[in-house]
């Protein structure tokens, strides 16, 4: 029996030390679509919208089709371990449009052309002042009108 007990430990030891070494393994998720340049090369300047949906699709939301441009959106996430998700590659073509609906610019981007925009954190300041709650109550009386609270 002790031996039974003894191996039981040993083989539960071993299953925890393979589960923490398996949650620090490295994954990857892929979002979005950028078509290849297979057919890419198929639009050209001046071909109408209809011609770059056959020849490559609409973009897969419509948050990013717009009158005079569509944006085509790839990236690549790496996740490890504790740490924060990382982006490792992403992809961005754009196709802009002239007033007709015909392509004006094809423009390709990858990681190395983004840039961190810094978010801008406006506060209103507030207009209460550090007053106690009986000094409030106190500034009130000035305020009640008997006649307005009796009806009169």
Request: net charge neutral; hydrophobic share 40%; glycine share 12%.
């Amino acid at each position: 029996m002790r031996g039974f007990a003894r191996l039981s430990r040993r083989g539960l030891i071993g299953l925890a030390l393979a589960l923490s070494l398996a949650a620090c393994d490295t994954t990857f998720n892929n979002h979005g679509y950028v078509p290849p340049a297979e057919a890419l090369e198929q639009v050209q300047i001046g071909a109408s919208r209809d011609d770059v949906i056959v020849a490559i699709g609409t973009p897969g939301s419509a948050g990013v089709m717009r009158d005079e441009a569509w944006i085509y959106t790839a990236y690549r996430v790496r996740n490890l371990g504790y740490r924060a998700p990382e982006i490792t590659e992403r992809q961005l073509l754009a196709i802009s449009f002239d007033d007709n609906g015909r392509v004006r610019n094809i423009e390709e981007f990858g990681l190395d052309d983004g840039r961190v925009v810094q978010l801008s954190r406006r506060v209103t300041s507030s207009s209460v002042r550090e007053v106690t709650f009986f000094g409030q109550l106190m500034g009130n009386f000035g305020r009640i009108n008997i006649g307005d609270a009796l009806g009169d």
